[in-house]
């Protein structure tokens, strides 16, 4: 029965295992690598989508609002900062390699590229990587102490299931007061997060166009064997949502 089913229209690319023999191990490594981070970027992108839609009213789920929101932005940020390292080692690599036409394709992405690492939210997207999303330095936190605000949140919340305690006094000390620390002081913050915000955008569309457009040149330029095969799977409706109709779940009750 197909009533209740929704049509996933996707193109399968696929390639053989006399093709993958041909494909200089560099290449073959960046495609997989830049895959393996798209995709990655891809799940936080369609959580971060559900953060948009209803916002709770009273102060207290506000904070585990903004919890959650700012945990899956910085997440992204993070896998779009590395997807660019991808690119960047990559034509590192091909300045010594044969494969000249691989780098002249690339170069065409070049002015994007720069105005992104060149943008001052390019630094603050590594140092937030370093300091509040891969890593967690107590270090670095005492350097914060001074820049948190008096009129900051600095309250806990504590829930019998473990796993709706919520802590935005955390949120201010490590992630806030560090933003602060590193921009210009507290009435930086919102314009320092605003430009961060707007980076990882304009980053994020330029890692996918270039992952994609990369692949469907390689496919016409040197395996035009290759089949796009047009497919449609059929997905259950509860895993389908339009944007703005699915809601991240803040909290989670037991039966």
Known sequence: MLENRKIFHIGELAINANDKNKIPDEELAFIATLSFAVD????????????????????D??????????????????????????FEDYKTILTRSVQKDRA?????????YQKI???KAYELARTIRNNSTNHYLQSITRSNLPHVSENSVL???????????????????VFIAGVAREHGGRNEVISALEGWIDWGIMASK???RLHQDYLVWLHKSHFPEWKLRKKTPYLDEKFVKKIGTATLPLVLLED
């Open 155 to 173: 309250k806990m919340y504590l829930h019998k299931s473990v796993g709706n305690s919520f802590h935005p006094l955390g949120e201010e000390y």
């Open 104 to 112: 002249d394709f690339l170069s065409r992405f070049d002015s994007e």
């Open 117 to 119: 690492v060149n943008d």
């Open 206 to 208: 330029l890692v996918t």
């Open 40 to 59: 990655e970027a891809a799940v936080f992108k369609k959580l971060l989508i559900q953060t948009f839609t209803d916002k709770p009213k009273d102060d």
């Open 61 to 86: 789920s506000i904070q585990l609002f903004m919890i959650n929101q700012f945990t899956i932005m910085r997440a992204l940020n993070a896998k779009i900062f590395e997807s660019l390292r991808i």
